[in-house]
């Protein structure tokens, strides 16, 4: 199980200079068009990455992303288990990213071995697995879910079945009250989701009384349940896009704040604070730094290696997920 006394605090990042962010901005740009190569980036990446990527979005947006890239090169900037979802779709395709290290508590959480062991006791267990895993895992799972399309594969998942949900026991709590679907959870959580606490939301509530609360269905049942909306990371960017308040309380990692402020102009986020401090970094999404994705462009890696055997397994839940994604509302349940 993810030790969350292990994880060091993020390091306070020193200001990339100016010039040295044009030069590597520039030099990146060049690359893209050279190598053939597209930059897909995650909305908690640092904002001179998000700002030179071809598309910043959800883990959603980034697997549809990766599906239809015609690219040769696909560049991932977010976390291992993503850059090898793009993989898994483009087994052809040559997928590089700036950290191989970046990786995640909910992922750690579910080893493969532990989790054939679960499936064991049950024939009957359906396994949707949230997409922050390992290919292994998903290469064991009936369908992948993101927090963006959770609730409608659960409402479509085979009715006679027990649904077995893993890796993170908020995100499957969520889904549960949302469906009313009765599903055995994983234990696992994300380090810095689970930080967030009532009394940390209720005192910034008290500071800020008019705005309201977004939060990902990451954070702990306590919390979500004071947020006005609970969403994916690109949901947060439609409804603060719709909402009339100015004043809003976001309670997800730091990088989604340069998206909002980016997407959503005219509009003030407050970070949700913690009780403990400013823990709404992810220390592994923010191994990528810029010179880390230019180096990795030049030097054509580290790259995202997998068996032609796991993907073989990992691609049926996956495209499962992105099947049932793009059907309208009335036919996904
Ligand atoms: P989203 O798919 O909502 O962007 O979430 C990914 C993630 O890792 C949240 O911690
Ligand atoms: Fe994993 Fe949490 Fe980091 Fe997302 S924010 S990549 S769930 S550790």
């Not at 396994?127 to 369908?143: G, Q, R």
């Not at 889904?175 to 009394?199: F, I, S």
């Not at 949700?272 to 990528?288: I, V």
Request: charged share 25%; glycine share 4%; net charge neutral.
């Amino acid at each position: 199980m993810f030790n969350a006394s292990e994880v060091q605090p993020s390091l306070v990042r020193r200001p990339v200079p100016p010039e040295r962010l044009d030069f590597l901005s520039r030099e990146i740009l060049a690359l893209k068009k050279s190598m053939n190569a597209v930059v897909l980036a995650h909305n908690y990446q640092v904002p001179e990455i998000q700002d030179v990527a071809d598309f910043v979005g959800d883990s959603l947006g980034l697997s549809q992303q990766a599906a239809k890239t015609e690219a040769d090169v696909i560049v991932f900037c977010g976390v291992h288990f993503m850059a090898e979802t793009a993989k898994i779709l483009n087994p052809s395709k040559k997928v590089i990213l700036p950290d191989l290290d970046a990786g995640c508590s909910l992922e750690a959480s579910c080893p493969a071995p532990k989790l054939k062991a679960l499936q064991d006791t049950n024939p009957n267990f359906y396994t949707i697995a949230y997409i922050n895993c390992s290919a292994e895992v998903k290469a064991l799972s009936d369908c992948i879910v993101t927090s963006g399309n959770a609730v409608k594969i659960v409402e479509h998942a085979p009715k006679g079945r027990d649904l077995l949900f893993v890796p993170d026991e908020n995100l499957g709590g969520w889904v549960m009250e949302q469906t009313g679907r009765p599903m055995t959870l994983w234990k696992g959580d994300c380090y810095v989701h689970v930080e967030w606490t009532h009394q940390a939301i209720t005192r910034i509530r008290q500071q800020f009384p008019g705005a309201p609360v977004v939060a990902h269905p990451e954070c702990p049942k306590a919390v979500r349940m004071l947020a006005d909306e609970v969403c994916s990371t690109e949901k947060m960017v439609q409804w603060c896009r719709k909402t009339s308040a100015v004043d809003i309380i976001i309670a997800t990692e730091a990088g989604m704040l340069h998206r909002l402020k980016k997407e959503c102009p005219g509009k003030n986020f407050i970070p949700a604070p913690t009780d403990r401090c400013a823990c709404n970094e992810c220390r592994f999404m923010k191994m990528n730094t810029l010179e880390k994705l230019h180096a990795c462009m030049q030097q054509g890696g580290p790259e995202v290696v997998l068996s032609p055997e796991i993907i073989a397994r990992a691609r049926r839940p996956i495209e499962r997920m992105l099947e049932i994604s793009a059907l309208p509302m009335e036919n996904a349940g």
